[in-house]
């Protein structure tokens, strides 16, 4: 019998025994990434229990929302719901093993996402308003010589009609100085 309960003990599979342990990760531990993940996802090297989860924790000790953190069999993921700043950020896990036992731990990665560079869109909005000021006063100026163009056209005419009233008034007096003048010498000859 005791030889029986040795043959089975060697059976048995080694990971019943075994503590699980995170084997492998996404964003890797230590790594640096050049964008922010949309999901985090750990391997252990057993299956671990589905009310295993984690937190994800920035350099000031705040925790980042992740959602619908799930298990599936080996792997432990969450989706990071907003985009994450540069900086360095902390995975701390808490599974249950596959010997039932609460295991926690923690790897940190980088963010290191190049910044988006300045873009010049408010520049050409200020001046596409800027013309629209410009061009407000722009018929009132129009305006205002129109007004006095009138007033010169309607000036220069008056100033035509007397002076063709004036040349019509001079032209009786020219008529009577020349027939005058005719007469006189006229009269001179007549007397020689």
């Known amino acids: 019998m ?3 309960c040795c043959v089975l003990f060697m059976l048995m599979p080694v990971q019943v025994f075994a503590h699980s342990k995170l ?5 890797a531990a230590d790594e640096t990434i050049a964008e922010s993940p949309t999901q985090i996802s750990m391997k252990y090297n057993t299956t671990i229990s589905s009310v295993s989860t984690f937190t994800l924790v920035n350099e000031a000790g705040e925790v980042q ?5 799930s298990v599936n069999h080996d792997e432990l993921t969450g989706e990071v719901s907003s985009p994450l700043a540069n900086g360095v950020y902390t995975v701390e896990w808490n599974i ?4 039932g036992h609460p295991i926690e731990g923690n790897y940190s990665f980088t963010v290191q996402a190049a910044e988006p560079e300045p873009t010049a869109a408010v520049e050409p909005e200020t001046d596409a308003v800027e013309p629209e000021e410009t061009a407000t006063p722009t018929p009132d100026t129009d305006v205002e010589p129109e007004e006095t163009n009138a007033a ?3 000036q220069q005419v008056t100033e035509q009609t007397e002076a ?3 040349s019509t ?3 009786p007096y ?16 007549k007397r020689k």
Not at 23 to 27: G, I, Y
Not at 65 to 69: E, P, R, Y
């Open 164 to 166: 063709a009233d004036n």
């Open 174 to 189: 020219v008529v009577i100085g020349i027939l005058i003048v005719a007469a006189v010498a006229f009269a001179m000859r």
């Open 96 to 99: 249950i093993g596959a010997d």
């Open 2 to 4: 005791m030889l029986l």
């Open 169 to 171: 008034n001079v032209w």
């Open 23 to 27: 084997t492998e990760s996404t964003p």
């Open 152 to 154: 010169d056209s309607n």
């Open 65 to 69: 929302q992740v959602d619908n953190i």
